[in-house]
């Protein structure tokens, strides 16, 4: 059974940094896609950033583009998301993902079959 477990959330002020961690177990990731999605108070679920598990390939929203890099260590079978340079607008619950979906579909909380339980971040003026 496939778990996924982040950490790494909490307060910041504007500017500032975070890295967020997705501990996934259950299952070797292998043709995996593994994503970060988030999640702000009455607003739907949205896409930031996602990664290949085999090659490594990554892709990015466009609000995120050049501040948040993701990455994974195989070894550790952890996902980051490194958030530099953060915004109020930033906050909001982040959620990792996987699931054996495509490039094309993957910006979609919809292909998405596996899911952490979120971890708050919150952005201070």
């Known amino acids: 059974q496939v778990q996924l477990v982040e950490s790494g959330g909490g307060l910041v002020q504007a500017g500032g940094s975070l890295r967020l961690s997705c501990a996934a177990s259950g299952r070797t990731f292998s043709g995996y896609i593994m994503a970060w999605f988030r999640q702000a108070p009455g607003k739907e679920r949205e896409f930031v950033a996602a990664i290949w598990w085999n090659g490594g390939s990554t892709w990015y929203s466009d609000s995120v583009k050049g501040r948040f890099t993701i990455s994974r260590d195989s070894a550790k079978n952890t996902v980051y998301l490194q958030m530099n340079s953060l915004k109020i607008e930033d906050t909001a619950v982040y959620f990792c993902?996987?699931?054996?979906?495509?490039?094309?579909?993957?910006?979609?909380?919809?292909?998405?079959?596996?899911w952490g339980q979120g971890t708050q971040v919150t952005v201070s003026s």
């Open positions: 993902a996987a699931d054996q979906t495509s490039w094309s579909t993957s910006r979609r909380a919809a292909s998405y079959n596996y």
